[in-house]
């Protein structure tokens, strides 16, 4: 090993690997497909000519190394037409590509200037070099001469480019002479492999694999030189992915487990938990999808469970490689029938994927009437089932009943009948009997998954526009798609307290206000809210509002001041609410909205101006950066006007601009309306492109849209509490428009809220703050790591929230966590940067001894750092406000800033008998935590 040790340490170290693993985590990934579910392996070979960029994605702690082939070229390689015949020995009828000699005297400067060389340039530093024993496919050759010349190449490589780093796939006879030049060899094959010629997956003969055995053990013993064992199964079993990985585990290799193509996410010595769930919906029932039953309903429980969503429209073709690999399962949500070629397709599509194992969860209606290849695949019976009269309930499931009982059906009500085939093995959530004693249900958690069926989803209140959840969502998706404990992201916490931000629209900046002298409300915003609440707040201005060139010109001097000054507070960030404050931002969507037709081009009625989305988004954060912003500070977000669901193109425009989003979702969960219904998701992603929601509504909801009571917006403390007990759902996020300061009711409700927020153990951000956490929530990986986990994310995103069951974190056994806190749903961990390893005393079955830990805190972790016997511990704290924080196991140490001891302060506050509280005025401070040896 003493000539592989420095490489190793190198990819232990500058990977950032949190691995328990002495070998670094390995995955092969051909696919075009986004590669952020793969960072959190310490190396991922992929396919160059995709247009991947290694220097980018190395940001993330992971590194990406090119595939090359030496030995064979595919016509479409850039470099195909400049290789000469007579460089050609053979062809692999297999793979459509020609086998080149490698022992013309140019071979390996062609090889390093015309392949390596470009994706040097591109930033990649590592290189996985395939097909090297591919001249034994040529009827004549000289094996030594062949193996000669791949030693020049590797050699030339390594003079040409300083560092690079080499995976061998196979080359076994060269290995001697380049070990000192190779970082890992390669093998494919040792228990599964794929049949290229044939077009099928094979168990590999026993003699093969005891001649490859030998090679790789001679390699690692003798060599020192780790083992990458490479092993293909079907994409859709990954029983037989994760049982093939351990045998190659066991024998001391790394292993990948992975598809023929390497088109999908595999099985290595970690494995990668799928956090997508893939929702169908069909467009035709509504205008846009966020308005959508899926949407609006289902997306948040499945969020709030760590999972993200990815909707798949039925008018479209449906989607293809959905896999395990990636997909935690598969939801439809239909209010009735598609079009009949629509709904065959769709049947034909759900049978697939229930037979390759993935689970499914149908919602509303089935979309389609089921055949007999439906009804015998699936168990159900739908349809005449000769039933009669009323149907009565004569069981129900425990999460039957959610927020409303079970109502009676009605005559059109068509139940379903769970065949003979799954009926031992079948959960029924609502068995109903007719008049003769005939049985059917209206849900069930069946094998493959499960089923709900209107009107035992969701009931509309008589005479009202709330709806009440019949089932648990959160239970029935559990069940029905089959989703394991795991590691939940959570946007709501940072450091064990729940996240504060307030932000405010710019709407009514020009109005008077109903005081004394009839200032401006923006005005009366600044001195009354701005100047006294000293917390983060984002705070945005429509240009066409405040500006010379607006509608209230002669105002403008005054009102341009007032934004300055509040922008100079260095609480407040600035923001955009665009130039005219469009009520429809997808102008292809104008009919069958709530909108008004009758309103001109849908946006304020500037003098001349035509609707443009780059003016409203780029031309307003222009004029606020040079007409309005003090030096050194930047415009970074766009805040969504009139019915905050932007198109996927207005998203794009933002991205490319550099800029945030936020606004949209409306959650307004209140007394007056205790559903959860009314709780959305944390943002819905649309091509690509991620629209972030506000956490809360805004004053309007509670206010019926500004006609009163003007009072209204005390309310939202309602929400405040309701999305915080007894699920931490939400952000406390004070939402509202300048309007606000126009009226004294208005401004009475914003001190309520206020200083009820003061009140609470709170951890305040900017808004920019947590719309980057709900972004990296977007592209978090998790993956199995042994007895633990691995989690990796941009760094922004800091709290997993870890199931109650799991026991305590042991702190011991893991990396870059700072501590705990116990909480209503589970445990919240505290993260110390992008990434993690961790293990739960569930696992370990042992209680270490107990060690100092950050129980909470308002601030953000700037650095952790603790000693090997945990007896010292050196940490940084920067907030946006004075300091709060508590220690747990402390109580025999001293807590320290600078050469100060601190001294714990009294508290109400319900926290563990082991947790010492300390204050700070300061908003950033170094800190040591001293403990006596043991």
Excluded at 9 to 33: D, F, K, M, R, T
Excluded at 35 to 50: R, T
Excluded at 367 to 377: A, I
Aim: glycine content about 8%; charged content about 20%; overall charge neutral.
């Amino acid at each position: 090993m003493s000539k592989f040790f420095p490489l190793l340490l190198w990819v232990l170290g500058s990977l950032l690997s949190v691995s328990v693993h002495a070998l670094p985590a390995v995955a092969l990934h051909y696919g075009a497909a986004p590669l952020a579910d793969l960072k959190v392996f310490d190396i991922v070979v992929v396919e160059p000519d995709h247009g991947h960029d290694p220097l980018l994605y190395q940001r993330s702690g992971s590194q990406l190394y090119a595939y090359v082939s030496v030995a064979e070229v595919q016509p479409s390689r850039r470099y195909y037409p400049d290789i000469p015949t007579t460089w050609k020995l053979a062809r692999n009828g297999d793979w459509q590509s020609e086998v080149l000699d490698q022992t013309p005297a140019d071979w390996p400067e062609f090889f390093a200037n015309r392949v390596v060389a470009p994706l040097w340039e591109r930033g990649y530093r590592g290189f996985f070099l395939d097909t090297l024993d591919s001249y034994r496919l040529a009827a004549q050759f000289d094996e030594a001469a062949q193996q000669a010349g791949l030693v020049r190449v590797i050699e030339t490589l390594h003079r040409r480019f300083p560092g690079i780093r080499l995976i061998l796939n196979r080359g076994f006879e060269i290995v001697p002479r380049v070990r000192d030049k190779i970082e890992m060899v390669a093998a494919e094959s040792l228990f599964r492999g794929w049949n290229a010629g044939q077009k099928r997956y094979e168990e590999v003969p026993a003699a093969s694999r005891e001649w490859l055995l030998g090679q790789l053990q001679t390699i690692r013993q003798q060599h020192g030189i780790p083992v990458l064992v490479i092993d293909y199964v079907p994409p859709h079993n990954r029983s037989l992915a994760r049982a093939t990985a351990s045998q190659i585990e066991a024998l001391g290799f790394i292993p990948w487990v992975g598809d023929s193509q390497l088109h999908t996410i595999g099985v290595g010595n970690i494995e990668f938990q799928p956090r997508r769930v893939l929702v169908l919906y069909n467009g035709g029932e509504t205008v846009a999808l966020n308005y959508t039953n899926a949407h609006r309903y289902l997306q948040m429980p499945l969020n709030h469970m760590g999972y993200l969503v990815e909707y798949a429209d039925t008018r479209q073709p449906l989607p293809q490689g959905i896999y395990r690999d990636r997909y935690a399962g598969v939801v439809t949500w239909f209010s009735g029938f598609l079009p009949a070629t629509k709904g065959k397709e769709l049947s034909r599509w759900l049978l697939a994927r229930a037979g390759e194992g993935m689970p499914l969860a149908l919602i509303d209606d089935f979309g389609f009437l089921p055949d007999r290849s439906w009804t015998e695949q699936l168990g159900l019976q739908v349809g005449d089932l000769g039933m009669q009269g009323t149907l009565q309930t004569i069981r129900q499931h425990p999460m039957m009943g959610f927020e409303i009982a079970p109502p009676m059906p009605g005559r059109e009500y068509e139940p379903v009948r769970i065949t003979n085939k799954w009926s031992a093995q079948a959960t029924p959530l609502l068995e109903l009997q007719d008049q003769r004693g005939q049985r059917a249900v209206a849900g069930a958690i069946m094998p493959w998954g499960g089923f709900v069926l209107d009107p035992f989803v969701l009931v509309t209140l008589p005479g009202t526009d709330q709806q009440r959840w019949v089932i648990d969502p959160f239970t029935f998706l559990t069940q029905a798609l089959r989703l394991p404990p795991m590691p939940v992201p959570d946007v709501t916490t940072e450091n064990g307290r729940r996240l504060l931000m307030a932000h405010i629209d710019g709407d009514g900046f020009p109005s008077r206000a109903e005081m004394a002298g009839s200032p401006f409300s923006s005005e009366v915003l600044l001195k009354d809210v701005l100047e006294k609440y000293r917390i983060p707040h984002t705070m945005s201005v429509i240009e066409g509002e405040i500006a010379a060139h607006g509608l209230y010109p002669q105002y403008s001097t005054q009102l341009e001041d007032i934004a300055r000054r509040m922008f100079r507070l260095p609480h407040v960030e600035m923001a955009s609410h665009s130039y005219s404050h469009p009520f429809l931002w997808n102008q292809e969507a104008k009919h069958g909205t709530f909108l008004d037709e009758t309103q001109k081009d849908y946006h304020l009625e500037l003098p001349g101006y035509t609707f443009n989305l780059e003016r409203e988004i780029v031309g307003s954060v222009n004029y606020i950066q040079q007409r309005l912003a003090p030096t050194g500070k930047k415009v970074q977000i766009m805040l969504w006007t009139g019915d905050t669901a932007p198109s996927s193109e207005a998203l794009a425009i933002a991205d490319r601009a550099g800029l945030l989003n936020m606004n949209g979702g409306d959650t307004f969960i209140s007394r007056n309306q205790p559903s959860l219904t009314a709780v959305r998701s944390h943002g819905i992603q649309k091509d690509g492109y991620v629209q972030v929601f506000a956490p809360i509504t805004n004053e309007n909801i509670y206010t019926n849209l500004w006609q009163g009571p003007f009072y209204g917006f005390e309310r939202a403390i309602e929400t405040f509490e309701m999305t915080g007990h007894p699920r931490r759902i939400k952000a406390v996020d004070i939402y509202y428009h300048t309007y606000s300061a126009s009226k004294r009711a208005g401004l009475q409700a914003l001190h309520k809220v206020y200083r009820w927020a003061q009140a609470q153990p709170l951890h305040p951000v900017f808004a920019s703050e947590y719309i980057r956490k709900v972004l990296d929530f977007y592209t978090y990986a998790l993956a199995r790591d042994g007895q633990g986990w691995r989690v990796r994310g941009s760094g922004e995103l800091r709290t997993l929230r870890l199931p109650a069951s799991w026991g305590m974190p042991a702190l011991a056994q893991s990396q870059q966590v700072a501590g705990y806190r116990e909480g209503a749903e589970g445990t919240y961990l505290h993260l110390t940067g992008d990434s993690a390893r961790f293990q739960t005393l569930e696992k370990t079955g042992t209680a270490p001894p107990p060690r100092p830990f950050l129980y909470e805190a308002n601030a953000r972790i700037k650095k952790w750092q603790v000693n090997a016997n945990a007896t010292h511990t050196e940490f940084s704290l920067q907030g946006h406000v004075p300091l709060e924080f508590s220690v747990a196991h402390s109580s025999h140490c001293q807590v320290r800033t600078g050469q100060r001891v601190l001294a714990p302060v009294r508290t109400t506050t319900a926290v563990r008998a082991d947790v010492q509280m300390f204050e700070l005025t300061a908003t950033h401070a170094d800190f040591q935590i001293v403990c006596p040896t043991r």
